[in-house]
């Protein structure tokens, strides 16, 4: 593979030139000067925060899913294995809440068990391994809805299954299938007819919202807030969490600061860090969460002397997943700074020892492993970041 192919540069560049748009028009209507523009396009500057990612996808009209190239070619068994179930996972979106599956319904036991089963696979960051297991947990719950004993307890895990898928399809890069399991998240809350629920429904539809309007990801955040009941704070810490984190890309620092207080205070008052409520196992919100989001809104707001200074969260209660983003986090916002490259290596390297499906489907990881492979690479790193490219199906040619 040519790096070249591998960044979104040459992606932007190929929908600009497609699109017939000048460098200079593309830049003004992205809020960057045409030389800033000019570098990503030649892979000189790689695209590190969504901001920029989603300033040039909104100026080309495209999803930021294209300039990032998902889906990805599989690049090991495992990768092989959760993209080939996209189409699967999609058409168990297809069924509707109240349509029964044609399938023998199996004992409740045996449908826990294997929801208990998803959960670990969920927390340990097994993409595959979640991907084979959804679609048929969906239909199964589907029939249990019909069963008036089964009806409420299936629902509640169905509410979950299906944010969960919404985020399978995300990582898998298929975004449009995210929209139709948000969808499906608020149609088994709606049945539900709690108010706390209906308020995690919306929580899901704002975490879910794709990278092309952050302010309305903002509004949404904020309206979702004046409704979420007091009696669950998890919805209400991580209703803040999203708005600073769409603040940070809209660049307004002092809403970010705000929404991070906000959150960091919710999370204090807990006693849990993640708390035994079901819905808390949604969100995973608590101390370490809040720590891992802090480090992804300062890796957006250029806020590196933080990361520099700050010694790693204790991780060790919090899913693979977010441990993982933690890393890529930190290792994207120290390669900014040629002095720590080999730091920020160091972290993408241990995101990857962590949880390597997450992180090789990961776009501004790859994109900083591109990046370094053309010329940027940390001395005396060569092989360390060779073999991760290689991990990644990244590779220079020659």
Sequence with gaps: MNLDDSSIGRRVREVRSWRKISVRVLAGLAGMSPGQLSRIERGLRPV?????????????????????GKPYPPSDEQSAAARSAVGTLLDALEWRLGESPETPSRPWAAVQADLDRQERLRLGGDLAGQAELVPALVLDLLAAVAVPAQRRAALLALL?????????????????????????????????DDPVWLAVAEWSRVQRHRGMNRERQYRLAVGALDRAPATHPET???????????????????????????????????????????????????????????ATIGAEIGEHAWVHDQAAPGLAGISVNRQA????????????????????????????????????????????????????????????????AWRMGIAPTG
């Design 48 to 68: 590190t925060k969504r901001a920029t990612l989603e300033a040039l996808a909104a100026a080309l009209r495209v999803d930021p899913a294209e300039l990032v």
């Design 160 to 192: 979950r299954l299906y944010d969960n898928l919404g985020g399978l399809l995300l990582a898998l890069g298929a975004p449009g299938g995210t929209l139709l399991a948000v969808d499906r998240v608020r149609q088994v809350a709606e049945q539900l």
């Design 325 to 388: 983003s933690y890393w890529v986090d930190v290792g994207r916002t120290l390669l900014a700074d040629r002095h720590r490259r080999g730091q920020g290596l160091a972290a993408l390297l241990r995101a990857e020892s962590v949880a390597p499906q997450h992180v090789r489907h990961n776009g501004y990881a790859r994109e900083a492993v591109v990046n370094l492979l053309g010329g940027g690479a940390p001395s005396g790193a060569a092989r360390d970041l060779r073999g991760l």
């Design 236 to 294: 209400v810490g991580m209703l803040h969490l999203t708005a600073a984190l769409s603040s940070a890309v809209l660049g307004d620092v002092d809403r970010v600061t705000t929404h991070l207080a906000e959150a960091e205070a919710v999370a204090a008052a807990m006693d849990a860090d993640v708390s035994p409520w079901p819905g808390a196992g949604m969100m995973l919100f608590g101390r370490t969460n809040v720590a891992i989001w802090r």
